[in-house]
């Protein structure tokens, strides 16, 4: 059992590249260093992961498995080392990509079948038999990335009333209503977002008044105003997260804001680096202020430790997550150590 209080790091790899699957690790409150505590390889390019309390309380790990077939699992991760609890479950979709949990159901993105789908929890937090598979529709401008729909990222918004997913290959973005009792998604309205530019991921501000998209086909972030009552996405503007020059190509991974809404973090692969902008007081601009090497090699992800002090990148293609100390007045970060990790895909913390 892990020392309560204590803050612990989950890493997801791909162990189809040689990944070691779910890495568990404790952390150093005072240097943010990572010391593992064990692994497990129960699933298959456990990519995404997401943490979520059993009606017990118990922490429960849950992880897509991004495979042709596609699947989640769930993990007992109260010990040093997750222990699966039962079998992975299919999520009749391809490729999930991302996944979160919402009103006691676990929900996947499934980026090579462009769908959404809804697995609702048993009391241990296990995923069972899948209600709802929503299957996006649409193309984009780039034919070799946007031939059809490609869902990459799903997630609640902050008042918990709507479902919200990315979709790389319709350059849109979708909101759904979740009905708790039956595991079913309600359509409610789909933004368009500039033709090409390839939504991945987005993040709200801290007031929920607004979000923003980052953009892997184009490398920018889309400043949206977010609209909780009627559930309303509306587009406002792009800033790019490179500089004028930077390596091309160059494709966005992950963004993550500041909690208190004066920055944002937006990792970058192909130029390897951690783009920092300044957001506007009321959160509806953003200002690309300077980049920062990743300390590694193909950024996939980028995550903000509990006490908001430090970033972490998982950079997928040279094996480590590295972290960084950010300067409170300047969101600037610099480079603090780094944790082997073969083809670190994704980082979160309990």
């Known amino acids: ?37 064990g692994a497990t390889d129960a699933v298959a390019d456990p990519s995404f992961l997401a943490l979520a309390p059993a009606a017990d309380g118990r922490p429960v790990l849950y992880a897509v498995s991004e495979t042709e077939d596609g699947a989640v699992a769930a993990f007992d991760a109260a010990g040093p080392v997750p222990r699966p609890l039962g079998a992975p479950a299919p999520v009749r979709g391809s490729g999930p990509t991302h996944l979160c949990v919402a009103a006691g159901h676990v929900l996947t993105a499934d980026y090579t079948s462009g769908s959404v789908s809804v697995l609702p929890l048993a009391a241990d937090g296990s995923p069972r038999p899948a209600t709802d598979v929503l299957r996006h529709a649409g193309a984009g401008p780039v034919t070799d990335r946007q031939s059809g729909p490609h869902a990459h990222q799903v997630l609640p918004d902050p008042t918990g009333r709507w479902i919200v997913s990315v979709d790389l290959g319709t350059d849109s973005v979708r909101v759904c209503a979740l009905d708790p009792a039956t595991g079913l998604l309600k359509p409610h309205r789909e933004t368009a977002l500039r033709a090409g530019t390839g939504p991945r991921h987005l993040a709200f501000h801290p007031a929920g008044t607004h979000a923003y998209v980052l953009n892997e086909l184009a490398p920018t972030v889309t400043v949206c105003r977010w609209d909780a009552a009627e559930g309303v996405l509306e587009p406002l503007g792009e800033t790019a997260v490179l500089p004028e020059g930077a390596a091309e190509p160059s494709y966005p991974s992950e963004i993550v804001v500041a909690a208190d809404g004066r920055f944002a973090w937006a990792a ?34 980028l995550t903000l430790d509990p006490a908001a002090r430090r970033l972490y990148a998982a950079n997928e293609r040279s094996g480590d997550v590295t972290w960084f100390d950010l300067d409170p007045g300047t969101g600037v970060p610099t480079r603090a150590g780094a944790f082997l990790a073969p083809a670190a895909s994704c980082v979160i913390f309990a």
């Open 1 to 37: 059992m892990a020392e309560q209080g204590a803050v612990r790091a989950f890493i997801g790899s791909f162990t189809s590249a040689g990944g070691r699957g779910v890495v568990a690790a404790a952390v150093d409150p005072e240097t943010g260093a990572l010391t593992e505590t």
């Open 268 to 301: 970058v692969r192909g130029d390897d680096s951690i783009a920092v902008l300044a957001l506007s007081p009321t959160g509806d601009a953003a200002e690309l202020v300077t980049t920062v090497p990743c300390g590694g090699h193909w950024p996939r992800d």
